[in-house]
């Protein structure tokens, strides 16, 4: 090694911290100086380590003894690539084509369920992609905007029936389904995809809406609901920030009736919450990177949090945002916009719980560019960032292992499952 160039690493301890580092004769100058503001260097050099000059070059050997500690690995990159559309690519049965998609699930025969809440049916597919058969109804009448399927522990089917507010429950059999019974549901369906899910006493979890007639206010509740239809628990989550949330409340009386609407800011920040395994609540604003994780009594598990910034609206995202405003100003019956259009989306877009348990992040694109989330384990690591296509929806997380499920959209509106492989 030439003159003028440092030939061996030093080690240090500071404050209890095993590091590495390399210094020359300019940095050893600059210790306590202005250049240092820190005076991390002059720390160093107080420590006591001992110095030796070789020409320009300065080594600062560890006297402190110790190692470098090993560093925690990193998420693992994945990128998901199409492994197959249910079907195939030009299905010449309408089986394989749906009008609206309102849940995916997976039983333990690896049996593919898809919702369709414009139908009315629960299709269910073999492993190899096989129909296998149709559910429309429950014995008692045809099911009405299915949505939300999941398979509990106790192997049976549970559909949430949103136009009649019930759950529709189903066991679970080599050859079809048995309707067992419907529950009613306490709260207001909240118009997501969020899987169900259940306790250790397999009790069913959900979150729904509540109203309470007095204040006229919308609250949003985790439900524990038995499987006779008591409620068992009902936790009211938290309410954001009211600077962290762009909307409008309106309250209407009438004949002692209380209607109450709320509509938020196109693109703007909302709350997002999603139920896991063991009735575990993922709960955060979607304004900012920071999710808290907690068991069902509120002990926290994980807080998923780093620095993330939304990206920019597109032109066709800002005009879409226009029209929005435009009907929320009809069904509130105003004559001005209560909010105007953001220029950013907010940094987060969905939350949710795979079919294993993991919590997955969605962050915001840009328009046609590809999806991307990160997915945190059982404990809370961050253990993947993963992508997927922009033309791909994976609402819901049906995902086991790494392979998930989806559907896209043609230009004619039909939709189709595909499988993606992460990898």
């Known amino acids: 090694m030439s003159a003028g160039t440092l030939g061996v690493a030093g080690c240090f301890q500071l404050d209890g911290h095993v590091c590495q580092a390399r210094f020359s004769e300019r940095d050893i100058a600059t210790a306590s100086s202005p250049a240092d503001p820190g005076g991390l260097l002059a720390r160093i050099w107080r420590r006591g380590n001992r110095v030796k000059s070789s020409g320009a070059a300065i080594l600062a050997a560890c006297v402190l003894g110790g190692s470098t500690p090993a560093r925690e690995p990193g998420p693992r990159i994945l990128s998901a690539v199409v492994e197959s559309v249910l079907g195939g690519a030009s299905p010449e049965d309408e089986t394989f084509e749906f009008i609206n998609i309102r849940g995916l699930a997976l039983d333990d025969e690896q049996r593919l369920f898809v919702a369709d809440g414009r139908t009315g049916e629960v299709r269910v597919f073999a492993r190899n992609g096989r129909h296998l058969f149709t559910l429309e109804d429950s014995g008692e009448k045809r099911l009405a905007e299915p949505c939300c399927i999941g398979v509990s522990p106790g192997k049976q089917l549970w559909i949430k029936e949103t136009k009649y507010q019930k759950y529709l429950v189903f066991q679970l059999a080599p050859r079809g389904l048995k309707f067992v019974r419907s529950i009613g549901m306490p709260g207001n369906p909240t118009g997501g995809l969020g899987r169900l899910s259940w306790d250790r006493y397999g009790n069913v979890v959900d979150i729904a809406t509540a109203r309470t007639p007095t204040a006229g206010k919308i ?178 997380f049906a995902v086991r292992g790494w392979l998930g499920f989806g559907w896209k959209t043609d230009a004619n509106g039909v939709q189709r499952v595909v499988s993606l492989r992460f990898r």
């Open 219 to 396: 609250t949003t509740v985790r439900w524990v609901i038995g499987l006779e239809g008591q409620v068992v628990r009902a936790d009211t989550l938290s309410e954001p920030p009211p600077d962290s949330v762009v909307r409008v409340v309106s309250i209407q009386r009438n004949a002692g009736v209380t209607a109450t609407t709320i509509a938020e800011q196109p693109f703007g920040p909302s709350r997002l919450h999603a139920v896991g395994p063991n009735g575990e609540l993922a709960e955060a604003t979607s304004s900012a990177y920071a999710v808290s994780w907690y068991d069902l009594d509120g002990n926290r598990i994980a807080l998923a949090n780093r620095v993330a910034e939304g990206p920019l609206l597109s032109k066709n995202e800002h005009l879409a945002a226009e029209r929005k405003l435009f009907s929320v100003m009809k069904t509130l019956r105003i004559e001005a916009p209560p909010f105007g259009v953001p220029e950013h989306k907010p940094p987060l877009e969905k939350i949710g719980f795979d079919l294993e348990g993991r919590l997955w992040v969605k962050l915001s694109s840009l328009e046609g560019r590809p999806n991307e989330a990160d997915v945190y384990d059982r404990r809370g690591a961050h253990v993947a960032r993963v992508k997927w296509p922009a033309d791909i929806r994976l609402d819901g």
